[in-house]
């Protein structure tokens, strides 16, 4: 299975999204002022990337005969 570069991209700023976003987390619950903010967006966009990453795995994976699609699934 081929990737293009833009599905390694996606992929890259989903987790890059997350990480920064669950330090920012981590670090005001630590201070103990967690509110919702502008880290819960960040998250929430890091997964809908990584979502979207795996939305775009499945569409180059239906360009297989439908034979060989099912015994791969079993």
Do not use: C, W
């Amino acid at each position: 299975m081929r990737f293009s570069k833009f599905h390694y991209f996606i992929l890259g700023v989903g987790i890059l999204a997350i990480l920064t976003s669950s330090y920012g987390i981590i670090s005001t619950l630590v201070a103990g002022t967690y509110s919702f903010g502008e880290y819960d967006y960040g998250i929430l966009i890091g997964v809908l990337l990584i979502l979207y990453y795996f939305k775009g795995d499945n569409t180059n994976s239906r360009k297989s005969p439908p034979g060989e699609e099912n015994s791969q699934r079993k």
